[in-house]
């Protein structure tokens, strides 16, 4: 069997490990004569799972106690409206940085809940860059500041985070969560569709401070508000047990990497073996974002005509490299090389750009 370099934008390449642990357990999973999938949610054997997968993440990203930790359905999209929903109130604006098509979700979804404003926007640039600290408009009374930590479609990502005070600050970081260290305290509530960097998709994390749940309203139905799923521990109803279960696993893969900051590492090693024959193609690959602000999760970038980016995708295609085109709303190429996809990946699709290049 030959692996795919895989360099899909989500869902995503999973570590091979990940899948070989899963295989062998899919018939029996630890002595129960069936399958992690057939086992009931009220299980102790499933209890231990859920637990587990949650205490490695806290351990990981270092999560302080005075966060819950939630597993829940309906992507990063049910998040753009569940975050107004619950803590968005009556008198307050939430304030939106946009940069990129998912923070534009997320804000049309507050604006149906309630007031919004926009503390800073990129659109005007092609959303290439990340807007700096100095230009952020923050009142300092709004109920929240929202930012998408990473813009995977554009290929951008915030590098220092906006300090908010009071403000809570809350983040979408489906394409960027556990690449690289992180401090959870500066945060109110971090959101992530796990079908990017934690495991497949069907489970969204979400990492809450505790103090944020008494905002929601008693009227807001079950399944959406943050207090059910906080007081039962992700269980009120049945949870999407087989991908918390490879989330777990994911996670124990990264701890065996060496923790968050040796993943960090190796995601830094393979971004610049890309940006650099970016830079160094003398204008042949156009990087799409600004360099301050470029991803280290997806890299964009545009040849100089539509038609050579299209002969361009169809030999990668050819040669085993597998999602390299851009987003529908974009166009141009993108990789993708979350934690998962492998530096000898991010090798050989260097030496493809190179040879490409030389021959076309
Ligand atoms: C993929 C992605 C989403 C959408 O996630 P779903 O789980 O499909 O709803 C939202 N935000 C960001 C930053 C993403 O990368």
């Known amino acids: 069997m030959k692996r795919a370099y895989n360099f899909n934008a989500g869902p995503a390449a999973l570590p091979l490990e990940v899948l070989q642990e899963a295989q062998a357990e899919l018939l029996d999973f630890g002595g129960t004569g069936m399958s992690v999938m057939e ?69 049309q979804e507050a604006v149906k809940v309630g007031e919004t404003k926009v503390g800073a926007s990129s659109k005007d640039q092609q959303y290439r860059y990340i807007p700096a600290a ?41 394409s960027d969560i556990l690449s690289k260290p992180l401090d959870v305290s500066q945060f109110g509530l971090i959101y992530a569709g796990a079908q990017k960097n ?6 969204t994390v979400v990492i809450i401070r505790r103090d ?53 590492r190796q995601n830094e090693l393979k971004a610049k073996l890309l940006y650099d024959v970016i830079d160094e193609s003398g204008g042949y690959y156009e ?18 005509s539509e038609e050579l980016e299209k002969k361009f995708l169809a030999e990668a295609k050819e ?10 709303s974009i166009g141009g190429c993108r990789a993708s090389i979350y934690n998962a996809v492998p530096v000898e990946a991010c090798q050989a699709l260097r030496d493809f750009m190179i040879r490409f290049k030389e021959h076309n």
Not at 39 to 67: M, N, T
Not at 147 to 164: A, K
Not at 198 to 203: D, Y
Not at 287 to 304: K, Y
């Open 39 to 107: 086992l009931s949610h009220r299980s102790k054997e499933y209890d231990a799972v859920h637990e587990q997968a949650e205490q490695l993440l806290r351990k990981l990203l270092g999560i302080p106690d005075d966060f819950h930790v939630l597993f829940v359905q309906g992507g990063a999209s049910l998040q753009f409206s569940m975050v107004p929903l619950n803590l968005l109130g009556e008198g307050q604006a939430a304030n939106y940085i946009l940069t990129g098509s998912w923070s534009e979700k997320a804000l």
């Open 198 to 203: 934690l495991g497949p998709s069907g489970v």
């Open 319 to 328: 040669a085993g490299f597998v999602g390299l085109a851009g987003h529908r």
């Open 212 to 264: 944020l749940l008494s905002r929601a309203k008693d009227d807001l139905p079950t399944m959406l508000n943050y207090n059910t799923h906080a007081k039962a521990r992700s269980l009120y109803n049945t949870p999407p047990t087989f991908g918390i279960y490879l989330l777990g696993k994911v996670l124990g893969w990264v701890e065996r990497q060496g923790g968050v900051a040796a993943v960090a």
């Open 287 to 304: 990087g799409h974002a600004e360099p301050e602000s470029r991803s280290l999760m997806n890299v964009t970038f545009n040849l100089a």
């Open 134 to 174: 100095a230009d952020l408009e923050i009142g300092g009374d709004e109920a929240y500041v929202h930012i998408t930590s990473n813009n995977t479609i554009y290929g951008t990502q915030w590098q220092q985070f906006p300090q908010t005070e009071e403000v809570p600050l809350i983040a979408d970081m489906s």
